[in-house]
């Protein structure tokens, strides 16, 4: 294969885990907590890469969005330790909703979203009975999608 169609491949497989996630939502009605939403925007930034690395045929942007993927590895990875208890979230958002400093149930109910956030330590699993949450699987596949992309990268270009 060319590193066009490498390129081409790569951004089909990194769109496809937001949009996987996403239709996990609207039609499974699983809720993200704020890292399930981190972990998107590197996948989109790989999308762009690999597409503009098709169109240029630069094995150096299809390398960039390898590294892009694993950056979603990263932030799937500190996910999953959030969700294990090894480490809290980093981000204030996901936390759970509490009373806070509301002196009434008024202002609890005021100072509510009008959605509740889920709160990042609550691992999401898509297959009932595997002990796999979704942001181990989005390890995994990140890993697997950002050590290929590099892998296609460092491939000599043949003509196509």
Request: proline share 8%; with cysteine.
């Amino acid at each position: 294969m060319s590193t066009r169609q490498h390129a081409i491949l790569t951004a089909i497989l990194a769109a496809a885990a937001p949009l996987a996630a996403m239709a996990s939502e609207r039609f499974l009605g699983m809720a993200p907590c704020a890292l399930c939403l981190w972990q998107r925007w590197p996948y989109w930034v790989a999308v762009a890469l690999a597409l503009l690395a098709a169109t240029l045929r630069s094995r150096a942007l299809l390398a960039l969005a390898g590294l892009a993927v694993l950056a979603s590895a990263a932030i799937a990875g500190l996910h999953l330790g959030v969700e294990q208890g090894w480490w809290p979230s980093p981000l204030p958002s996901c936390a759970a909703p509490g009373a806070g400093a509301a002196m009434s149930v008024d202002e609890l109910m005021r100072s509510l979203a009008p959605r509740p956030d889920k709160p990042c330590d609550a691992a999401a699993y898509l297959i009932h009975g595997l002990p796999v949450s979704m942001a181990a699987m989005n390890l995994a596949y990140a890993l697997g999608l950002g050590a290929l992309a590099l892998a296609w990268a460092r491939r000599p270009t043949h003509a196509a």
